[in-house]
């Protein structure tokens, strides 16, 4: 009996010393602590010993990859004997996201393996080196000091971290972890400040790539999938940084992805988009279609929007004003208003395509952000109001004399072509349902595709002059020619003097003229900036941030209709939410590279952030006090996850 007792007290211990010996002392701090592991419990004749850097972290702490992202540092293990030889292995991190600022590490408990060269192998092995690690929350600490490891001579065997450290190996990428995964093409549009990459999955499904280079300055964002095409994925992702984009043309950088449950990395090299654009085509073209068929409806919703309204009076003048007249000159009529709008659209996406060439930040409606644009809309909607009230007898300046020359012959179709453009230029200043994602899409897009969607939105827009057009007949529904149309002359002129007003309400913000007045309930939003945003994300509390204009119509409808509601202001209160509005009235840099950041260009905007929530949530253009009670409750930190 005490024979075995002996042998059970022996091997008790003995099993205790080996587990002494396959791992060093901890490194610790208050957050977390880290040691090195060995997946062997003695040397053999092991020329590299398999090992790892083991990090236990507090809940929400972090400790970054090899290529950190927008900040932080990776984990430096160096030893103080230049022999050591280190090699690392890195598996496939985590993305974390807050506001915009996107980095890659591991969360919990963290398995980094590497080899570590053994010098003598007829000696024990004994290794001191020193960690520099940066471990992060809501604040980043380091994490440093000396940190060891030693392992007798003798016969090999697998310790009891052996299958942890092979697990953490198991995800590191090689040859061998993706094999379904092949990366078609890497290519860049520098205008666009993105990457399109072109891959293959056979599980369709695309969890994330991570994007390394050697250049300085540049940080890539999380991949969208714009594309969907049998076993081909087309993602896009925003290349972020100081630099120029066209920098990257000819570089190597290294693509990480994971794809389901594989995970491959490749370093390939960054092609012009145009060198790929036969190989893309396949891909593009049944989203693109699907797209120009949002931008249609999207133009169609347009003619029913708030943003139409400064214009309604001008559709009633065209509409009415074609009245008892042959059905051949309803049609023209109705078609010179329909050019006029597609002209319009046609300069726009022109302009468009020029001020983003030149390296200006575009959007939706940016226009209205231009003193020059409104005092010339100012001038022709004078010239308008003044040839529906059959003014032009008064002294005008000669310019204006005549272009309102032009303008005012209603016996010609020149009338209805500039209202047509009229009506274009100022229907744009804000998104609407599926305007917004269209106009996201041609934004991000290339130049063809830019000029492409909105030339189909234009379409949209003027379907009901091109139905008129193309049955005539219709117009004989409309009230027969009377004194009657004298006072629809007369209204639509005051609704044009209103539109007027608000346009010049519009260039007084913008030229500051304007004495800055807040009721009660506009001094309950601070003023956004990202600096605030990020400061009111990282209290814990929910933060709504509203984008705004003056001259969005839109928007100012949800703030009377919704945002200014007693119930909503109720909700934001009992929830403790921050509030902040950005104001996009005048050109603001900021603003427009955070629409840009969450996939929108123009506004209305409005989103969600707390700590409840795994994403934010975007709200649509058109509030509901449903919808946003709704997300308001999402968003309480008194619900549970």
């Not at 009891?160 to 953490?168: D, G, L, N, R, S």
């Not at 520098?190 to 991570?210: A, E, G, Q, T, V």
């Not at 952030?609 to 509901?624: D, G, V």
């Amino acid at each position: 009996m005490k024979q075995y007792i002996i042998i059970l007290f022996c091997t008790f211990f003995g099993s205790m010393a080996s587990l002494q010996a396959a791992n060093g002392p901890w490194l610790e701090s208050e957050y977390a602590k880290v040691r090195l592991i060995s997946s062997t419990q003695a040397t053999g004749n092991l020329e590299q010993i398999p090992a790892a850097l083991e990090f236990q972290l507090k809940p929400d702490w972090k400790v970054y990859w090899r290529s950190p992202g927008d900040a932080g540092l990776p984990p430096i293990l160096e030893a103080y004997e230049s022999k050591h030889e280190i090699k690392r292995y890195w598996p496939v991190p985590e993305r974390f996201t807050l506001f915009d600022i996107e980095t890659f590490g591991y969360s919990d408990s963290v398995i980094l393996p590497l080899t570590i060269k053994h010098i003598d192998k007829t000696d024990d092995f004994l290794f001191k080196g020193f960690l520099d690690a940066l471990i992060c929350s809501d604040i980043c600490l380091p994490l440093s000091g000396d940190i060891s490891l030693s392992l007798p001579k003798g016969i090999s065997s697998h310790s009891i971290y052996a299958q942890e450290i092979a697990y953490a190996k198991a995800k590191v990428p090689s040859k061998t972890t993706g094999p379904n995964i092949e990366i078609i093409s890497t290519s860049l549009i520098p205008h666009d400040r993105s990457l399109l990459i072109d891959i293959s999955i056979s599980s369709k499904n695309l969890k994330d790539i991570f994007v390394e280079t050697n250049l300085a300055g540049y940080s890539f964002s999380k991949p969208k999938i714009i594309k969907k095409l049998n076993d081909r994925i087309l993602a896009q992702i925003n290349v972020k940084g100081s630099q120029d984009p066209k920098k990257l043309m000819g570089q190597e950088v290294t693509l990480t992805i994971l794809a389901g449950m594989q995970f491959k990395e490749e370093k390939l090299l960054i092609s012009d988009t145009e060198d790929k654009q036969n190989s893309l085509l396949p891909l593009h073209l049944n989203g693109f279609i699907t797209i120009l068929l949002i931008s249609f409806l999207g133009g169609i919703i347009l003619n029913f929007m708030p943003c139409v309204l400064p214009i309604l009076s001008l559709k009633v003048a065209n509409f009415l004003g074609t009245a008892g007249k042959p059905y051949s000159e309803v049609r023209k009529h109705f078609l010179a208003t329909a050019f006029g709008i597609l002209f319009s659209f046609t300069l726009l996406s022109s302009g468009l395509i020029f001020l983003r060439n030149v390296g200006y930040q575009i959007g939706w409606g940016i226009q209205f952000q231009n003193p020059i644009f409104l005092v010339i809309i100012s001038v022709i909607l004078l010239i308008f109001i003044a040839s529906l009230l059959d003014w032009f007898y008064l002294p005008i300046p000669r310019t204006a004399a005549k272009l309102s020359s032009v303008i005012s012959n209603n016996a010609g179709y020149r009338y209805d072509f500039f209202s047509g453009m009229l009506a274009t230029t100022l229907a744009t200043p804000c998104s609407a349902p599926f305007v917004g994602t269209a106009v996201a899409f041609a934004l991000s897009g290339s130049n063809f595709v830019l000029f492409s969607v909105l030339l189909i939105m234009g379409l949209g827009l003027s379907l009901p002059w091109l139905i008129f057009a193309i049955a005539p007949p219709l117009s004989s529904f409309l009230p027969k020619p009377g004194y009657w149309m004298v006072r629809v002359k007369q209204l639509s002129a005051i609704l044009l003097i209103g539109t007027l007003i608000w346009i010049l309400w519009v260039l007084s913000n913008l030229l500051g003229v304007r004495a800055e007045v807040q009721n009660a309930e506009s001094s309950r939003y601070k003023t956004w900036s990202v600096e605030v945003m990020e400061d009111a994300i990282t209290t814990g509390r929910p933060v709504f941030v509203d984008v705004t204009a003056d001259w969005c119509i839109t928007c100012k409808v949800n703030k009377i209709s919704v945002l200014e509601s007693r119930e909503i202001s109720d909700a934001f209160t009992k929830e403790k939410f921050i509030l902040l509005q950005a104001d996009w009235t005048s050109p603001n840099d900021e603003i427009a590279k955070f629409l840009a950041s969450n996939g929108r260009f123009g506004i209305p905007f409005d989103i969600i952030f707390s700590p409840q929530l795994e994403t934010p949530i975007i709200l649509p253009e058109i509030l509901t006090t449903e919808k946003l009670l709704s997300s308001i409750k999402k968003a309480s930190l008194s619900q549970t996850k």
